[in-house]
């Protein structure tokens, strides 16, 4: 296949949101290297060449220095320049903080927080070299507000947010652009692995993941600094998280998080 389409690359590809974000730069002319922790991904990857691009996969963990690396040097040995760039790993553990384990919550924090820099700065180097690019940061609507019971992914995901608009001002002028994407509760299998299936919120009606998808990538191509994925009443929910009270916030997301309620 030609190369003169160009590069886009999207960590956490192998399903969900990853995936659909993935799949919108590959109907939109983009060729895609991904990555994603399980086999899965090499699945999503045909499933783009099917659409018609090309795709390079590899399985790496973003939660270790090892695989943003190895990821890392798989691209650059594509010998191709990144045009857009979607960082979109995450992760949570779902439980009280006195129960859950304390590797499950430093690895939220290696993946969430630690993964995304590591790549962040590969990223925006790469591009500021070659004086062009777009940056989506996959964040969350819970960087918004405390999440009890998800107690490290809310934090994890709050740095993302203020990362990425931090970035944006850094790059001005420099061709490189970046944006937030602050997806609500969404149809993926995010509750379910982080062991809140059974809770309020693992129960509850969840965003179309190809919507919000649309929605990252959308706001991604229109320089705009960021969005919040997901339908009218997710978008609702953040303006009321700007005003409400932490404590008020707090009591709301444990009502809907604890598990066994």
């Known amino acids: 296949?030609?190369?003169?389409?160009?590069?886009?690359?999207?960590?956490?590809?192998?399903?969900?949101?990853?995936?659909?974000?993935a799949r919108q730069f590959a109907q939109n002319g983009f060729d895609v290297a991904l990555s994603g922790s399980s086999e899965r991904i090499f699945?999503?990857?045909?499933?783009?060449?099917?659409?018609?691009?090309?795709?390079?996969?590899?399985?790496?963990?973003?939660?270790?220095?090892?695989?943003?690396?190895?990821?890392?040097?798989?691209?650059?040995q594509l010998k191709r320049p990144i045009e857009a760039c979607a960082l979109n790993v995450g992760i949570a553990v779902g439980g009280a903080f006195t129960e859950t384990s304390l590797e499950d919550d430093l690895r939220v924090i290696a993946v969430n927080v630690t993964g995304t820099v590591?790549?962040?700065?590969?990223?925006?180097?790469?591009?500021?070299?070659?004086?062009?690019?777009?940056?989506?940061?996959?964040?969350?609507?819970?960087?918004?507000?405390?999440?009890?019971?998800?107690?490290?992914?809310?934090?994890?995901?709050?740095?993302?947010?203020?990362?990425?608009?931090?970035?944006?001002?850094?790059?001005?002028?420099?061709?490189?652009?970046?944006?937030?994407?602050?997806?609500?509760?969404?149809?993926?299998?995010?509750?379910?692995?982080a062991g809140m299936a059974d809770t309020p919120i693992g129960k509850a009606m969840k965003n179309d993941r190809e919507l919000v998808a649309k929605q990252g990538f959308d706001a991604l191509m229109n320089d705009i600094d960021h969005v919040v994925g997901g339908d009218d009443a997710t978008k609702q929910v953040v303006i009321e998280n700007r005003k409400l009270p932490e404590t008020v916030k707090a009591a709301r997301h444990a009502a809907i998080a604890r598990i066994g309620r």
């Open 1 to 21: 296949m030609s190369t003169e389409r160009p590069l886009a690359m999207v960590t956490g590809a192998s399903s969900g949101i990853g995936f659909e974000i």
């Open 43 to 76: 699945l999503a990857a045909e499933k783009l060449r099917n659409g018609g691009a090309e795709a390079f996969p590899l399985q790496a963990d973003a939660g270790t220095y090892e695989g943003i690396e190895a990821f890392w040097e798989f691209i650059l």
């Open 118 to 193: 590591h790549m962040a700065k590969h990223v925006v180097r790469h591009m500021v070299a070659n004086g062009n690019g777009r940056i989506l940061i996959v964040t969350s609507v819970s960087a918004t507000s405390p999440t009890p019971f998800e107690t490290t992914y809310g934090p994890s995901k709050a740095f993302g947010f203020p990362f990425a608009e931090s970035l944006r001002e850094e790059l001005r002028g420099t061709g490189v652009t970046v944006t937030a994407l602050l997806p609500g509760a969404t149809n993926t299998d995010f509750h379910a692995n």
